[in-house]
């Protein structure tokens, strides 16, 4: 990558997990607008392709691979068949993240489960999926798509602050065994983001409240904030970046 041009991402393909909506979409449309070529992924192929027609009348590169990224055989397959028909992935931003909250002493271990699998071992399933072929041309970007809640937690989050928890970890485990590669591992922790997983939270008055008192920027974050961090966390401005968590959330973990 050029030194005067290190934020460009062009002749790079970057696949994006869960990115048919929210924060993923952003971050799709984020790197496309710096060069990339972009693969889109979700469960639902309609919304998968309405995000990708989206992005493509807006002059960006764009293919969409439908796959569940908790499942083991999806995962494998998925990344089989976009380096087969689209090329090597170059970054990955494991994004996919759901929420199932409810108090632990009343938590179904279905809804344990639920949350575990796609907030943490899906980036498990897919980094190692990316590694191997990152590994083998020794070069790749990997963002984890952290959250406040891998360090702090609130009533009703348990599974979902202990997954969060967890892929803090596991950025610094990809870390300790990529980083020899040319593979630079790191996270982004937003704070409250405006999108559907948040949606009944910033339904709630008193939630919504809560959320603009508590943060300093006195206002929801919206998934273009995030844009620009992981951009540069794709690039090879980041080169000497490895294992670290970018924390976005409006000051919110900066002061009580
Ligand atoms: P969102 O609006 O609910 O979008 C979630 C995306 O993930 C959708 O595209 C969804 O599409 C996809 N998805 C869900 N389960 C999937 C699976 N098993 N396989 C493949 N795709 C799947 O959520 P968001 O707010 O953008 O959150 C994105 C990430 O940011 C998550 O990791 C979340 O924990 C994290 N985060 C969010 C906030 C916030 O305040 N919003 C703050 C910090 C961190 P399908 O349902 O069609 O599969
Ligand atoms: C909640 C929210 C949070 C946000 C985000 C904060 O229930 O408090 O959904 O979990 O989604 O993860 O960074």
């Not at 170059?90 to 907030?119: C, F, K, Q, S, Y």
């Not at 937003?190 to 008055?205: Q, R």
């Amino acid at each position: 990558m050029s030194a005067a041009l290190p934020f460009r991402l062009d002749g790079r393909r970057a696949l994006i997990t869960g990115s048919s909506r929210g924060i993923g979409l952003a971050l799709a449309a984020a790197l496309a607008s710096s060069g990339a070529h972009v693969v889109l992924n979700a469960r639902d192929t309609g919304r998968l392709e309405s995000a990708a027609l989206a992005m493509r009348s807006a002059g960006h590169t764009v293919a969409a691979v439908a796959f569940d990224v908790t499942n083991e055989v999806s995962v494998t397959t998925g990344f089989a068949a976009i380096e087969a028909d689209h090329g090597p992935i170059d970054i990955l931003v494991n994004n996919t993240g759901i929420h199932r909250r409810a108090p632990l002493v009343d938590m179904t271990l279905a809804d344990w489960n639920a949350v575990l699998e796609t907030n943490l071992t899906s980036a498990f399933l897919a980094g190692r999926s990316a590694a191997r072929g990152m590994i083998a041309r020794r070069a790749g970007k990997i963002i984890n798509i952290c959250s406040l809640m891998s360090d702090l937690a609130r009533p009703t989050t348990g599974n979902y602050a202990a997954a969060k928890g967890g892929l803090r970890m596991l950025t610094r485990a990809m870390c300790a065994e990529w980083a020899h590669h040319n593979i630079q591992v790191n996270g982004l922790a937003p704070g409250y983001i405006l999108t559907d997983l948040t949606a009944p939270l910033a339904a709630d008055p008193k939630f919504n409240d809560w959320v603009k008192t508590r943060t300093p920027a006195a206002r929801w974050g919206t998934p273009d904030d995030l844009a620009g961090a992981c951009v540069f966390l794709a690039s090879s401005a980041s080169d000497f970046v490895n294992g670290q968590i970018l924390v976005i959330d409006g000051g919110l973990s900066a002061v009580v």
